[in-house]
């Protein structure tokens, strides 16, 4: 049975998982504590995570979003990008979601549902402490894709 829920308290015990969506321990401990964590698991074993926050009252934000290797390319990634949107979408106006250029990276964000809205000029090269290369890309700027609430 697959289910998702928030975590609360010992976010960090995800960490294992976060690393996949954030390569970067010191950058998911600038928005893990004040994001709200998912949690998807499937018979009980932890398959999927996410971290939302809320930036403004009108924009949350998906700052990582993971699976576990061996649950890839089966859904699950777009079926927590909608329990998020569900959750977070009707309280706000938009779900941005920041990435890198890599190409099914890209698709991803397209196939949920998002639009490209705007990007970050030299976010990884400045904020990573060593290249960060997804696909054989090495990712230079963040690229914001954004979901906007229909009214």
């Known amino acids: 049975m697959r289910t998702i829920r928030k975590v609360e308290r010992e976010k960090k015990r995800f960490l294992p998982l976060l690393l996949l969506g954030d390569e970067q321990e010191d950058m998911i401990d600038r928005y893990l504590e004040r994001g709200t964590l998912y949690v998807m698991e499937i018979d009980g074993a932890v398959v999927a995570v996410a971290v939302v926050t809320q930036e403004t009252p009108e924009v949350y934000e998906l700052k990582n979003i993971a699976v576990a290797p061996k649950y890839q390319r089966n859904g699950l990634g777009r079926t927590m990008v909608a329990h998020v949107w569900t959750d977070c979408g ?39 402490a060593h290249p960060i290369v997804e696909e054989g890309v090495t990712l230079r700027d963040m690229v914001y894709w954004v979901k906007w609430q229909r009214d």
């Open 90 to 128: 009707g309280k706000g106006k938009s779900l941005l979601a920041g990435t890198g250029e890599a190409p099914r990276t890209m698709a991803f964000y397209e196939n949920c549902g998002f639009t490209l809205s705007h990007r970050v000029e030299n976010f990884f090269t400045e904020n990573y």
